[in-house]
């Protein structure tokens, strides 16, 4: 059984530029969430996927956009980076069956300057 | 609103002392309650959640729906235990869509 993968592990992105990160889910999960942490804060949630569709959203603007594919993968959107952006992406899956763990990749680090 | 609250950003004991990292959540509506650790170089990981009533790893965390609380205890620290600790909440039947806190750091010291 496979973990919940992320990448790129790092990248510098320059304001006003787009960035795509991407999540593998782990084997067996149909459902993917994405969460931003920025420094010395908890992870907030952006939005969530669930078979090929969103499933709920958190307070971030519509720049934020995500994908999911027929395999569960997922990817996170977001255009017309602002410094604010930076921070750690964590996405995580899990499957729609009641009470069951969401699993977390090891993140993805975005900087912009 | 809904939010979660550590009000506490980092907690210090030697190793055998008690621990207890404070959650108190705001939520309408009936909330499940998880803790999650994070240790060094590791990525986010479920400890237990109020649903299981479980003990892992000998923490324990009780729900008060009173105080809306969600307190993690353990009797005695083992700084194998030092870690970042963060309290989230879901919806019941909410996919995981949780809401975290702002985290606890648990420093054990020899």
């Known amino acids: 059984e496979t973990g919940v993968t992320q990448s790129p592990t790092h990248l510098i992105k320059t304001r006003g530029q787009q960035v795509t990160l991407r999540c593998s889910s782990q084997?067996?999960?149909?459902?993917v969430s994405w969460y931003q942490q920025a420094l010395g804060q908890g992870p907030q949630f952006i939005f969530q996927?669930?078979?090929?569709?969103?499933?709920g959203r958190g307070n971030f603007p519509p720049r934020f956009s995500g994908l999911q594919f027929p395999n569960y993968s997922s990817e996170l959107n977001v255009n017309a980076l602002e410094l604010d952006d930076s921070a750690l992406y964590l996405c995580?899956?899990?499957?729609?069956?009641?009470?069951?763990?969401?699993?977390f990749g090891q993140g993805t680090r975005l900087t912009v300057v | 609103a809904q939010r979660v609250t550590q009000p506490e950003k980092l907690l210090s004991v030697f190793k055998g002392a008690p621990v207890e990292l404070k959650c108190n959540y705001s939520?309408?509506?009936?909330?499940?309650l998880f803790w999650y650790v994070q240790y060094s170089r590791q990525r986010l990981q479920l400890l237990l959640r109020?649903?299981s009533r479980e003990s892992i790893k000998g923490f324990t965390a009780d729900l008060n729906k009173g105080e809306t609380s969600f307190h993690l205890k353990k009797p005695f620290a083992q700084e194998e235990d030092s870690a970042m600790y963060y309290c989230?909440?879901?919806?019941?039947?909410?996919?995981?869509?949780?809401?975290f806190g702002a985290g606890t750091r648990l420093a054990v010291h020899p």
């Open positions: 995580a899956s899990s499957s729609e069956t009641a009470n069951t763990e969401a699993f």
């Open positions: 084997s067996g999960h149909n459902t």
């Open positions: 996927y669930y078979r090929e569709e969103e499933n």
């Open positions: 939520y309408s509506g009936s909330p499940e």
């Open positions: 109020h649903i």
């Open positions: 989230a909440l879901s919806r019941i039947g909410g996919y995981n869509k949780l809401i």
